[in-house]
């Protein structure tokens, strides 16, 4: 088998029935999932835990990434949710209208991202308005973590289903 096969088999653009697509789809879920708000999921769970010093180490990160996250959406919002309209409007006409099976796979892996981005945005408005420490922070991350989990689900098995649509379609003999 030459080296331009293997890539070209290594490498096939059928985004749906290709692993790498579905490998990148998980880790992109994992870490949206594990990292809720810029802050690693294990550091709540420790400062719930432990509390004191640890408790104190989780609300200055997320004091940090959320003053972070809210500079650039007040400083470029407009511009960012322009671009990520056009951004998500184009692949949706690419995949659906015109039936580009990668713009299809791109936009199930980035129009859910920004369903999250809405979420995360919501959350560090309610940590700088005062929720941003004690149990009032831990019940947030939670709540944040579990809509994440929720919107993963759906957005995984939503691409799961258009995946398989989109296989059955394929394989029509019509």
């Known amino acids: 088998m030459s080296l331009y096969k293997l890539s070209v088999e290594f490498l096939d653009l059928r985004s749906f029935s290709n692993l790498w697509y579905w490998i990148a789809v998980f880790a992109v879920w994992a870490k949206a999932i594990g990292w809720g708000l810029g802050v690693p999921y294990d550091m709540v769970r420790k400062a719930r835990r432990e509390g004191g010093q ?8 997320a004091r940090i ?4 996250m809210l500079a650039t959406s007040r400083g470029f919002g407009p511009w960012l949710v322009g671009m990520v309209s056009f951004g998500v409007t184009s692949l949706a006409l690419l995949g659906f209208v015109y039936h580009s099976g990668l713009a299809e796979a791109v936009f199930c892996l980035f129009a859910p991202m920004c369903g999250l981005g809405y979420l995360s945005l919501r959350a560090a408005l309610r940590v700088e308005a005062g929720e941003g420490q004690g ?12 809509s ?9 098995g939503a691409t799961i289903l258009l995946g ?7 394989f029509s003999p019509i």
């Open 54 to 61: 640890a408790l104190y180490e989780l609300e200055v990160m």
């Open 65 to 68: 990434t959320t003053g972070r």
């Open 135 to 146: 149990e009032l922070l831990l019940a947030l991350l939670t709540a944040h973590r579990r």
């Open 148 to 156: 994440a989990q929720a919107l993963a689900s759906l957005a995984v």
């Open 164 to 170: 398989l649509y989109d296989k059955a379609h394929f």
